[in-house]
């Protein structure tokens, strides 16, 4: 079954420090996202993308953030100047028009 | 935007027992999707729901999207049934909006 790969699994980062995180969507899907679990939060939604822009966003995605598909496989989150609070646990995700969502495993990011 | 509940917040079972976990959605959805977070925090796709009755194994679904609601029933439970199990609903091309989830310990 086609996954969605995420790396790297685990990361840790100074605070104001710069860090990107990657993904693999799923090679046919079109629609890209990035949600966010705080521990012990529900998952919120940040950012979508779809044909090469952002779709929508969400209040938390801020200046800090920004989202980008280098070529044609990965799609990368980077936060520019790393904050206490981005500790979480940082979720790809795609999909095709007529189906549900895939999740990737996840980036547990802790901010020190 | 739209709201979800999820009910019961937290269950406890023995292994064995059968249990209903519900969610409520207030407004019209075509998509609604059941995950299993597992102890390492990976969120797992069990259903793809928006409507109707779906089954796998021990466990099924089912979406009344005209009251807006979802259940999802796990028979027979096992120890690896524990964790967070998230109900999310969207509609066409936008954000899945997730619950908060309802917390299930198996015990053996």
């Known amino acids: 079954e086609p996954e969605v790969t995420q790396t790297p699994s685990h990361q840790v980062t100074q605070m104001g420090q710069e860090v990107i995180l990657r993904c693999v969507p799923i090679s046919n899907h079109l629609y890209f996202y990035w949600y966010r679990q705080i521990l012990g939060q529900k998952v919120e939604f940040l950012v979508s993308?779809?044909?090469?822009?952002?779709?929508?966003k969400s209040e938390i995605f801020d200046d800090q953030f920004s989202v980008e598909r280098p070529d044609g496989s990965n799609f990368t989150l980077k936060i520019r100047s790393t904050k206490l609070e981005d500790s979480a646990m940082y979720f790809c995700?795609?999909?095709?028009?007529?189906?549900?969502?895939?999740f990737g495993s996840g980036t547990r990011l802790t901010v020190v | 935007g739209i709201q979800v509940e999820q009910s019961p917040p937290d269950l406890i079972l023995q292994e064995g027992a059968n249990s209903t976990l519900r969610c409520n959605f207030s407004d019209s959805v075509n998509n609604l999707q059941w995950f299993h977070q597992n102890p390492w925090g990976q969120l797992i796709n069990l259903f793809y729901i928006p409507s109707g009755t779906k089954q796998n194994g021990r466990l099924s679904a089912t979406t009344v999207a005209t009251e807006r609601y979802s259940l999802l029933y796990i028979s027979s439970s096992q120890t690896t049934d524990s964790g967070v199990y998230f109900c999310?609903?969207?509609?066409?091309?936008?954000?899945?909006?997730f619950g908060e989830g309802t917390q299930l310990t198996v015990n053996p």
């Open positions: 995700a795609s999909k095709t028009s007529n189906y549900g969502y895939t």
């Open positions: 993308f779809y044909n090469n822009e952002i779709s929508e």
């Open positions: 999310a609903v969207g509609t066409s091309g936008s954000r899945l909006t």
